[in-house]
Each structure stands twice: as structure tokens, then as C-alpha cells.
């Protein structure tokens, strides 16, 4: 990987599950905490759309999206969106993600992160891309 940003800490806040047209379910889980250059941080994973017969615990993984702001301390903002995938870890209540962002300022940057189910915490690391 390349040269570290900094890293993150969130709290999950909710999730928020939506239903396709075929039956598919999409979960919207909510986070909050802190990130290394970005301040105060609030986003969503949005874990891309599933058969409802394949929610269960052989879901291994798949595609992921996160869009979020970051308050900086001198009172200016920054946004993104990116896409990646998720992989659950095996024999672990843990999820892993990886995923590139597209910041408003035209950077980019690739962050990768775990995501504790037990204690739901998300925590990881920013890289520069």
C-alpha cells in the first residue's frame, strides 16, 4: 500500500434496510466518529443489494459503498463517495472493507477498515492513492 493518511475510528449509529422491486435487500448502516485530517466524521456503508434467500451466514461478501463528510476544525468540509467490496473474516464476527473514495477536491484516497460486529465499532486506515 502507499503512504498512510491516518486512521479511523466510527461508531455504528443504525442501519436501514430497503427492499428492491426482485426482493433484494439493501443495508444502509450509519457511522460516526473521527478520522485523522478529516475531523469529525459521518457516512454510510450501503452493502449492495441481495437475494433475500442469500441473507444468511454464508454470506462471505461483496460489493460496498461509502458516502460520507468529514467536519474539519477550521470550519470547512469535505465529502466523498467511493465503492469497493466487503469479506467477512472467517470463523469472526468481523467484517473487512476496501475501498476507493473520490473526495470533492478532486483527491482520492483508499481506505481500508474492519468492522467489529460485536462490538460495532468501524475502525481502519486511509491511504494516499
Not at 502507499?2 to 427492499?19: A, K
Not at 450509519?30 to 433475500?52: I, S
Not at 467536519?71 to 469497493?84: H, K, R
Not at 481506505?111 to 481502519?124: C, H, N, P, R, W
Amino acid at each position: 500500500m502507499s503512504e498512510i493518511i491516518g486512521t479511523f475510528d466510527l461508531e455504528h449509529v443504525c442501519n436501514t434496510y430497503t427492499t428492491e422491486a426482485n426482493n433484494e435487500i439493501t443495508n444502509h448502516s450509519n457511522w460516526r466518529g473521527t478520522a485523522a485530517g478529516y475531523g469529525t466524521v459521518y457516512g454510510t456503508l450501503t452493502f449492495a443489494p441481495t437475494p433475500l434467500t442469500q441473507m444468511d451466514e454464508k454470506l462471505e461478501g461483496g460489493e460496498v459503498r461509502w458516502t460520507g463528510q468529514g467536519f474539519l476544525e477550521d470550519g470547512t468540509s469535505v465529502t466523498a463517495t467511493g465503492a469497493g467490496a466487503w469479506n467477512k473474516v472467517p470463523d469472526k464476527h468481523v467484517w473487512t472493507v476496501d475501498y476507493i473514495l473520490d473526495l470533492n477536491d478532486g483527491s482520492q484516497i483508499r481506505s481500508v477498515g474492519e468492522i467489529a460486529l460485536d462490538t460495532l465499532k468501524f475502525t481502519g486506515t486511509n491511504y494516499a492513492v
